[in-house]
């Protein structure tokens, strides 16, 4: 053997792990079966955010340099694809918790003030990592997130925000994206053509269509306006600027037009792994914001309108960061300005050849 032998209960420090579960009801003597069963799951869920911190590691660390290796794009994507899943997986824990009644947590949820949920250190070191806006943060308890940790973990928490998060490293990526222009095509001028070809086929046909109502049609063309408006303001610097001052966006301008050519040039080969990167981040989001929801709904279910250990309204505070600390919206909205393939400006032989694995 070319190492020492190694224990399967010593190597996972069982002995430890096993021994963490003590529950308060044995402590008061007042006995609570389903307590048990409320430490296990919440330590799973510190044990598996470990594992995404570590992830979420990983991956900044490819990201921190102004160029990222092509062979490191696949190992970004499949982080990511491994993130995705543990948050999955953490979701499917509600369902084992809910198999306890709220009479049940009334047997042993005094014996818990003022601890809470709220005060995982680990989930918002995650949110950090991930970019979570924090001018869009909500308060907790009219105090600051932080102000629950003690100096120690404030002041990591503080280092935490002024780090790179996920969020700022692919925007610099996005920003670094080639073929936006190359060889005659220029990307941002020849989507603009083609989106005011589509709205000028469609206010056309809206307005020689003779099947509908003028009320209908009215409607119509209104509606065709609006997307007009929509457009101008991608398309206007300024406007977006000052879209992303109101919050409305988050991406850099630059960034916006890369995701765009990505996105709807993906089955060109060399956009392959950054259309799934991006879709990844997608689907991170959306799996967390459902579980801020079905958490929301636990707490809803398990307290009604009582309040929390931590002396909030938990479930109030969970249904509202469901909405407010989602973390790439920018790219669930994206989607307004995608046009149909058979609209989309025509790439050179010579561009598509660069974007091609050629042997």
């Known amino acids: 053997m070319k190492y020492p032998p190694v224990d399967y209960t010593g190597y996972l420090g069982l002995d430890k792990l096993l021994g963490a579960q003590k529950p308060k009801s044995d402590e008061y003597k007042k006995p609570a079966h389903d307590e048990m069963l409320f430490i296990i799951t919440h330590q799973a869920y510190e044990l598996w955010f470990k594992q995404i911190i570590h992830e979420l590691d990983s991956v900044l660390s490819l990201f921190s340099n102004n160029f990222v290796e092509e062979r490191n794009m696949g190992v970004i994507v499949s982080r990511l694809d491994r993130i ?69 973990e404030k002041k990591k928490l503080s280092e935490t925000e002024k780090l790179d998060s996920l969020f ?19 990307f941002w001028n020849d989507y603009k053509k083609s989106v005011k070809k589509m709205l000028d086929n469609e206010r056309d046909l809206t307005e020689r269509n003779s099947l509908i109502t003028d009320e209908i049609k009215q409607k119509q063309l209104n509606q065709i306006l609006k997307t007009e408006e929509l457009f101008e303001a991608l398309f206007n610097k300024d406007k977006y600027d000052e879209l992303v001052k109101l919050g409305k966006w988050r991406l850099s301008y630059e960034s916006v037009h890369a995701a765009l050519l990505i996105q709807m040039y993906r089955f060109e080969p060399v956009f392959q792994l950054p259309f ?19 958490h929301a709904l636990m707490a809803k279910r398990m307290l009604g309108t009582k309040v929390g250990t931590g002396g909030s309204s938990g479930a109030e505070y969970l ?41």
């Open 276 to 294: 799934r990167l991006i879709t990844r981040l997608i689907d991170i989001d959306e799996t967390l914001t459902e579980w801020r929801y079905k």
């Open 168 to 186: 700022v490293c692919v925007d610099n990526w996005l920003k670094r994206t080639p073929f936006l222009k190359d060889d005659g095509f220029d």
């Open 319 to 359: 249904k509202k960061s469901t909405e407010q600390h989602k973390i790439f919206s920018d790219f669930f909205q994206l989607t307004t300005f995608f046009i149909p393939r058979s609209e989309l400006p025509t790439l050179p032989k010579s561009l598509t050849e660069k974007m091609q694995f050629k042997y």
């Open 84 to 152: 995705m899943e543990v948050f999955k997986l953490i979701q499917m824990q509600i369902p084992v918790l809910e198999t306890m009644t709220p009479l049940d947590f009334l047997d042993f949820r005094d014996m818990l003030y003022p601890a809470s949920g709220f005060q995982s250190f680990q989930f918002r070191v995650i949110e950090n990592k991930l970019g979570l806006n924090s001018n869009t943060r909500l308060t907790y308890n009219d105090a600051p997130y932080s102000a629950i940790f003690d100096e120690n």
